[in-house]
């Protein structure tokens, strides 16, 4: 069975660090598009960054470019999200999710998230 | 960029048949495959419709999702409510800039 599980959630004080982690499991995690999505307690989801199979093509939502880093691992079939600089604005539950693989080109990727992790839960706070 | 406008909230009655719209305010709804998810209360979002109208394995067919182009919407259909319907579910697409785009959810009560 497929499964993602998130990690490195936390409480972290404004203008500090937190790195991610989302292992993957049940299927070939090298061929998959991988994204990150958050959602503030009671309210909708965002969608943050996504990266490409192979590691490149990393792309970021405004509110975080310059700031989180997309990354992974495909030896270790684990998803990273390095987050610097963090905001109280970016306490959200972090899920990340597997992109179907049914809408890739080498380039883009228009498929949905055919599955998604339990989520790890962030607060910056001082 | 565009934005996806679902209504915040609909209720209906089990055994009854609900449509949830999501309206693309920019760009054509259907230029860009849209996705819906179901999220329940604690727990994390599934995928339901994806391309528009597919359901994938193990989603029954209770749920469909349809285009309207002429007012630029997506649709999501549940028939035969049950009350394990109940959820929030949220419509999704992209276009070139951004991956994905999330419309901003619709509880559906099954009352």
């Known amino acids: 069975d497929v499964e993602l599980m998130e990690s490195g959630g936390g409480l972290v004080q404004p203008g500090g660090s937190l790195r991610l982690s989302c292992v993957a499991s049940?299927?070939?995690?090298?061929?998959?598009?991988m994204t990150w999505v958050r959602q503030v307690p009671g309210k909708g989801l965002v969608w943050v960054s996504r990266?490409?199979?192979?590691?490149?093509?990393?792309s970021y939502a405004d509110f975080v470019r310059g700031r989180f880093i997309i990354s992974r691992d495909n030896a270790k079939n684990t998803l990273y999200l390095q987050m610097n600089s963090l905001r109280a604005d970016d306490t959200a539950v972090y899920y990340c999710?597997?992109?179907?693989?049914?809408?890739?080109?080498?380039?883009?990727?228009?498929?949905?998230?055919?599955?998604w992790g339990q989520g790890t839960l962030v607060t910056v706070s001082s | 960029n565009f934005m996806l406008t679902q209504p915040h909230s609909v209720s209906e009655s089990p055994g009854k048949t609900v449509t949830i719209s999501c309206t693309r305010t920019?760009?054509?709804?259907?230029?860009?495959?849209v996705q819906w998810y179901q999220q329940r209360p604690g727990s994390s979002p599934t995928i339901v419709i994806f391309a528009d109208n597919q359901r994938p394995s193990g989603v029954p067919d209770r749920f469909s999702g349809s285009i309207d182009s002429s007012s630029n919407s997506a649709s999501l259909t549940i028939s035969g409510l049950k009350t394990e319907d109940e959820a929030d579910y949220y419509c999704q697409s992209y276009d070139s800039a951004i991956p994905w785009v999330f419309g901003g959810g619709t509880k559906l009560t099954v009352l």
């Open positions: 999710a597997r992109v179907s693989i049914d809408y890739c080109s080498s380039t883009s990727c228009v498929g949905g998230g055919d599955f």
């Open positions: 920019s760009g054509t709804i259907a230029s860009n495959f």
């Open positions: 049940g299927f070939t995690f090298s061929r998959y598009w």
């Open positions: 990266i490409k199979s192979d590691g490149s093509r990393p």
